[in-house]
């Protein structure tokens, strides 16, 4: 089936704004691993979701505008609203995310030597001492043994 230039223009800018919401799919799992320093083998797993959601989302597309014809205009459309998330909007997301990261860990850092700490220093005091004061009345409820008295 012909495809009008009209359809074509209409189906890469179609192709460049699910670029962009993959682009932003993905970048909510790169702000996860700021977060959450995952190891090498959640990071495939993410990665590999990434690619399968992007293959359906394509294959989607070129259902809904060219009949289930993959055209070269798609994948440079997806392509190039990808490389525009991410060189905009995606830079600064990752940027705010590791700002946000920082402050954060800051904000724990000084609960943490500022209240909980003392708080578990005093909890630890008093635990020590009830336990220090217990072992002491079971000294003293322990029998004498008796001295022998020599002649």
């Not at 995606?90 to 590791?98: D, P, S, W």
């Not at 954060?104 to 020590?128: A, D, E, Q, T, Y």
Request: include cysteine; hydrophobic fraction near 50%.
């Amino acid at each position: 089936m012909e495809v009008s230039l009209a359809g074509q223009t209409q189906g890469f800018l179609y192709a460049c704004i699910l670029g962009l919401f993959l682009g932003a799919l993905y970048d909510v799992f790169r702000v996860l691993r700021v977060f959450l320093h995952f190891d090498r083998r959640p990071v495939f797993f993410q990665d590999l979701f990434c690619c399968c959601a992007a293959a359906v989302a394509t294959f989607l597309l070129a259902l809904m505008v060219n009949w289930g014809e993959v055209r070269f205009y798609l994948l440079a459309g997806e392509i190039i609203g990808v490389c525009v998330y991410f060189l905009t909007v995606g830079e600064v997301t990752i940027r705010l995310a590791k700002v946000i990261y920082r402050v954060l860990s800051c904000v724990w850092n000084f609960f943490r030597r500022h209240l909980f700490r003392p708080v578990k220093n005093f909890l630890k005091g008093i635990f020590l001492f009830v336990s220090g004061k217990a072992l002491n009345l079971k000294k003293s409820l322990k029998k004498q043994p008796e001295k022998q008295k020599t002649p």
